[in-house]
C-alpha cells in the first residue's frame, strides 16, 4: 500500500520526537509538560536538536490542518478570547503557585460571575494549557499560567497584542507611521512612538512586550554573533544605529575584543543606559543620542548596524534613514542589517514563515511598516542610492532573522 501524506507526517513526527526525547533523558532533562513545575524552556542545542523541535512542529501543524479539513480551517479564530480575559483581570496572579483557587474566589475577585470566569478558564484550559481544574470547581496554574503569574513580560506581550493589535488589523490606508490601523484604532494622528512618549504605562508595556518577543524560537542575538565575519573588522569601530541600551554591543565586545562600538539611539532611550554596562567594556562602548532621520554624526566608521530596525519602517521612511547615512560613509564602510527576510513560499520551515508572515501582518498594523522579501531589500537600497552595494543576505541554520551586508562602493561619498 501506497504512504499518504498524514502517514507519512506520523512517522516523522515519531522519528524526531524520539530523538528530542533520548537526547533529555540521556542529559537527565526534564521533559516537556504543562505541570506547574514543568520546564518553560526546552533549551535545546542549536544544530540537530533544534531542527528536530522544528521538523516536528511543522509536521503537526500540518497534520492537524489535514485532518481538520479545509472547511474548519477556513473558520476565523476566536480562541483568544479566554487569554484575554485572563489578561485583563490578572487571573494568574490570583491563583496561588502550587496551591488551588475556587471559581467563586476567582470570580469575587474579579468582580464576574462564576459562570463566565469558570466558561473561560476551562475553554483557555482547553486550548491553550493555561490553567487546570485539579477537582471539580477548583483552579491550579500549569507551567503556562505560571509562567503568566512570575513572567510580566509574558503578560506584556498578551496585552499588548489583545489592546493594540488586534483591534487595528482591518484599518491600513498609507505609508506614512500616523496614519495606520494603531493609530486609527487609538484615534490619534500621533506615531506609536510619540503616543507613548505621552503614555508611560503603555510604553512600559510595549518595552516589556518586545522583550517577551524577542525571546521567540530564533530571534536569539547569538546568531548573528556567531555568524557575521565580525573579526574581519579587525580594530575597527561600529556604530550600532538605534541601538537602545546596548544590549548587543555589549555580547559583541565580549566576543572581539578589537572593536569599538558608539551605541545610537534617542535621548530618552540612551539615558542610564551607561549604568548597564560592565566596567571592563566601558572603554569601548560610547553611548550617543542620534534621531537616525538626521545626518549621520559619526564619519568613516567600519560598520553601520542595524537590528530591528527597517522594519518598523514602510519604504519612504526607510530610505530616509539610509539617505541620512550617505554624508558619513567612505568607501569600504559596510551596512550589517540584522532584521526579517520573507521567504519564497514553501522555502522556509512553515513555524518559521507563519511567525515572520505574522510579523509583517503586526508591522502593518502598528507602523504601516512591512516585512521584505529579498528583492525588496535590493530595491530598497537602489532607491536610496545606487552606490549601496547589497554583498549577500543569508539566514543562519536555525535563526528566523536574516543578515544582510551592504556595502558602500564610491570613494566619494560626499
Not at 167 to 191: R, V
Not at 259 to 271: N, R, Y
Not at 290 to 297: G, I, K, L, R
Not at 321 to 339: E, F
Amino acid at each position: 500500500m501506497a504512504s499518504t501524506r498524514i502517514a507519512e507526517l506520523a512517522a516523522r513526527i515519531q522519528l524526531r520526537t524520539s530523538d528530542i526525547d533520548s537526547y533529555l533523558q540521556h542529559n537527565q532533562l526534564p521533559s516537556p509538560a504543562f505541570d506547574e513545575d514543568g520546564p518553560v524552556d526546552l533549551n535545546l542545542p542549536n544544530g540537530d536538536l533544534s531542527a528536530a523541535r522544528e521538523q516536528v512542529l511543522d509536521a503537526t501543524l500540518e497534520l492537524h490542518d489535514l485532518l481538520l479539513g479545509p472547511s474548519l480551517c477556513l473558520r476565523p479564530v476566536y480562541n483568544g478570547l479566554s487569554l484575554q480575559v485572563i489578561y485583563k483581570y490578572d487571573i494568574a496572579s490570583k491563583v496561588p503557585l502550587y496551591g488551588e483557587a475556587s471559581f467563586a474566589d476567582l470570580a469575587e475577585k474579579c468582580s464576574l460571575s462564576e459562570v463566565n470566569i469558570r466558561r473561560m478558564l476551562r475553554y483557555a484550559m482547553v486550548f491553550h494549557h493555561v490553567f487546570r481544574e485539579p477537582r471539580k470547581g477548583f483552579v491550579a496554574h500549569t507551567a503556562a499560567s505560571r509562567r503568566l503569574a512570575e513572567d510580566p513580560y509574558a503578560g506584556a506581550g498578551l496585552g499588548y497584542m489583545f489592546d493594540e493589535t488586534l483591534p487595528a488589523l482591518e484599518q491600513f490606508h498609507s505609508d506614512e507611521p500616523n496614519k495606520c490601523g494603531w493609530s486609527h484604532y487609538h484615534n490619534t494622528d500621533k506615531a506609536a512612538w510619540e503616543y507613548y512618549a505621552l503614555h508611560p504605562d503603555k510604553a512600559r508595556r510595549f518595552t516589556h512586550a518586545m522583550s517577551a518577543f524577542a525571546d521567540g524560537h530564533g530571534n536569539s542575538p547569538a546568531f548573528l554573533v556567531q555568524n557575521y565575519p565580525w573579526n574581519t573588522i579587525g580594530t575597527g569601530t561600529v556604530v550600532d544605529v538605534g541601538g537602545s541600551k546596548g544590549d548587543i554591543g555589549v555580547l559583541l565586545a565580549k566576543q572581539f575584543p578589537d572593536l569599538g562600538f558608539i551605541i545610537q539611539d534617542l535621548p530618552e532611550m540612551i539615558t542610564g543606559a551607561s549604568d548597564t554596562i560592565p566596567a571592563e567594556f566601558k572603554s569601548r562602548i560610547q553611548l550617543q543620542a542620534h534621531d537616525f532621520f538626521t545626518e549621520q554624526p559619526v564619519y568613516g566608521a567600519d560598520v553601520y548596524f542595524f537590528r530591528n530596525i527597517f522594519h518598523n519602517w514602510s519604504d519612504s521612511r526607510a530610505i530616509l534613514i539610509l539617505k541620512a547615512l550617505v554624508p558619513a560613509l567612505r568607501q569600504g564602510s559596510r551596512l550589517v542589517i540584522n532584521d526579517y527576510v520573507l521567504p519564497e513560499v514553501g522555502t522556509m520551515s512553515l513555524t518559521k514563515e507563519r511567525a515572520v508572515r505574522d510579523m509583517d501582518l503586526i508591522m502593518l498594523t502598528l507602523f504601516n511598516a512591512r516585512e521584505r522579501e529579498e528583492a525588496d531589500w535590493i530595491e530598497l537600497f537602489r532607491k536610496a542610492d545606487p552606490r549601496f552595494s547589497v554583498v549577500r543576505i543569508w539566514t543562519p541554520e536555525g535563526a528566523t532573522m536574516a543578515i544582510i551586508e551592504v556595502l558602500w562602493t564610491c570613494a566619494d561619498a560626499a
